[in-house]
């Protein structure tokens, strides 16, 4: 990505679940990025994109626009890259600042630009964000327009985002209640996850199959699939909350009220913490709260 510059990949250093550390690490390149700029100010631009990302995931939405600012000030014609990244962060800012209708045509030109520029991996992020943003009767084809470059591309990195798509597309297929299309996708996920071996995601991907097997009836298998998580979590630091909330909705739906209580408490105990979810799924929190008390 850095094209021939001795600077260090900065992409590298993303922990997207520790949005302040990530600044911190991003910044202390920002010295010598800022001394390079008249040589490489691609490099530069793009790093401010993404200390511009980290502030948006804190939700500091003002410094994030700021930092992007700078970014469209300095942008030229021909950084390509550096501006698809300053459109599909300006989108990101929007949309998590709940203003998804001025994201949409930052995405929509990013995955333009991208795709003009032959930079796959970010043209797969743009699709990717303008589905989350679109309406539900479109989310799938620009979940698809993103998995089809993942099969075309040469590119490793571009390569990777094949588990998160058939991830989207199978939570596309599920809004619709379409659950057989969206176990289907969910177990191309499982497959993606597998190869990469990232323990977490391979996680994830089996919790997605359980709780859709739970939407299409199968209840009684989605609570053994939801226990034998909560046992894989264990080595890595237990389950964020959502197994805990799923045994309880499994329970729950068995008619066993009682037994679905803890669950409930526990869910509610650490997903009230996500500060993302209070923002955007303050209903389902005070759910959660409710049915750990009891009421």
Excluded at 119 to 141: R, S, T
Excluded at 174 to 188: M, N, R
Excluded at 255 to 270: I, S
Aim: aromatic share 10%; with cysteine; proline share 4%.
């Amino acid at each position: 990505m850095i094209d021939g510059s001795s600077l260090p990949d900065f992409d590298l250093l993303w922990d997207y679940a520790r949005p302040a550390q990530t600044e911190v690490a991003f910044r202390a390149l920002l010295p010598e990025a800022q001394a390079q700029a008249a040589r490489n100010l691609s490099y530069y631009l793009e790093l401010l994109t993404q200390i511009a990302r980290t502030q948006g995931l804190q939700r500091d939405f003002a410094a994030a626009h700021q930092t992007l600012d700078t970014v469209q000030a300095l942008l030229t014609d021909d950084l390509c890259r550096a501006r698809v990244r300053y459109l599909l962060e300006r989108g990101r800012v929007f949309n998590s600042s709940g203003q998804p209708e001025e994201g949409r045509p930052l995405f929509e030109a990013a995955w333009e630009q991208a795709r003009t520029c032959n930079e796959d991996l970010y043209a797969i992020d743009a699709a990717h964000m303008v589905a989350i943003v679109a309406p539900p009767d479109e989310k799938l084809a620009w979940n698809r327009k993103g998995l089809e470059v993942v099969e075309q591309t040469a590119d490793a990195r571009a390569q990777h985002w094949g588990g998160s798509l058939y991830n989207n597309i199978g939570w596309d297929y599920h809004a619709q209640g379409q659950y057989e299309l969206a176990l289907e996708a969910f177990y191309k996920a499982l497959e993606w996850r597998q190869v990469q071996g990232d323990p977490r995601e391979i996680l994830i991907a089996r919790w997605c199959i359980a709780r859709t097997l739970r939407s299409s009836g199968g209840i009684e298998e989605a609570l053994r699939q939801q226990q034998a998580l909560q046992e894989a979590w264990k080595p890595l630091g237990g389950s964020a909350g959502y197994t805990e909330e799923e045994l309880g909705e499994c329970l729950l739906a068995l008619n066993c009220p009682d037994e679905a209580r803890p669950y409930f408490a526990q869910a509610y105990a650490k997903l009230s913490q996500d500060a993302w979810l209070m923002a955007t799924e303050p209903t389902r929190i005070e759910r959660l709260k409710r049915l750990g008390e009891g009421q």
